[in-house]
């Protein structure tokens, strides 16, 4: 079996423009995803990207990289796009451009599950959550699993409804994902469904056409960067903590 990391790096963002590229300690944001991404044991690591600006840095640094159609609507849309030029890889693992800390451990987790698990088609992390106004706040997305570790249903909302307040329950959707590339490409043409566009979460689709996400735990956690607080919090921890790529 066979491993491929794609990492999906859209140029423009709303919250912040130009994001792939910016600065975190000499390095671009990108380049940070990409030097831990190829610490784990995936076979390739491959950047798919709709910048030519970001594309150039990609090379500067030596990074694999693919320059997609600008008109994708998703990340994974556009991981498909790689998935149609890649074909020789049995599992494809979504990487996200805008989480510098990644840890291999992570993605090799994602690794094992399938190689354990032949018949899934898709698995995600999650993070346990400790603090009442983590769970509440709606930028981070909540999941919730059966007792064999397959998701029920992700939200932004509270879930479970703390009719009986047990903060021990909660849990971080974390998001990398791991899926066999069939699943990708069949996944990628479906149309969005209602719980998927009420939550403007991608991962509701696959739910709502009845297909399992296996959810694993895991203990890093992890800063994702939509904002400049968010970047600049980033660059305080590696200095803090010394992280070198």
């Not at 693919?66 to 890649?86: F, M, P, Q, W, Y």
């Not at 800063?223 to 600049?232: A, F, M, S």
């Amino acid at each position: 079996m066979k491993f491929l990391g794609v990492i999906p790096a859209r140029y423009e963002s709303t919250r912040l423009p130009k994001k792939p590229l910016k600065d975190i300690c000499g390095h671009s944001m990108i380049e940070w995803v990409y030097k831990r991404a190829i610490k784990s044991d995936l076979d390739k690591v491959i950047i798919a990207t709709d910048s030519e600006e970001v594309y150039k840095v990609i090379k500067e640094f030596g990074g694999e990289v693919i320059l997609t159609d600008k008109n994708h609507l998703n990340g994974t849309s556009r991981i498909a796009e790689v998935c149609e030029k890649e074909t020789g890889y049995d599992v494809i693992i979504n990487i996200q451009g805008d989480e510098p800390l990644i840890e291999p451990e992570m993605i090799n987790s994602l690794i094992e599950v399938f190689k354990d698990e032949e018949e899934l088609k898709m698995a995600t992390l999650k993070h346990k959550l400790h603090k009442k106004e983590d769970i509440e706040n709606p930028n981070f997305v909540k999941v919730v699993t059966d007792k064999n570790d397959y998701a029920l249903y992700f939200s932004r909302s509270v879930i479970p409804y703390p009719r009986n307040e047990n903060l021990d329950i909660y849990f971080k959707h974390v998001g990398i994902y791991g899926y066999k590339r069939e699943f990708v490409l069949e996944y990628s043409k479906q149309e969005s469904t209602p719980l998927e566009n009420s939550e403007s979460l991608e991962q509701l689709r696959v739910l709502e056409n009845g297909h399992k996400i296996k959810v694993l735990e895991t203990p890093y956690e992890i800063i994702g960067v939509d904002t400049q607080e968010e970047l600049e919090r980033v660059r305080e921890y590696i200095i803090k903590k010394g992280i070198e790529l």
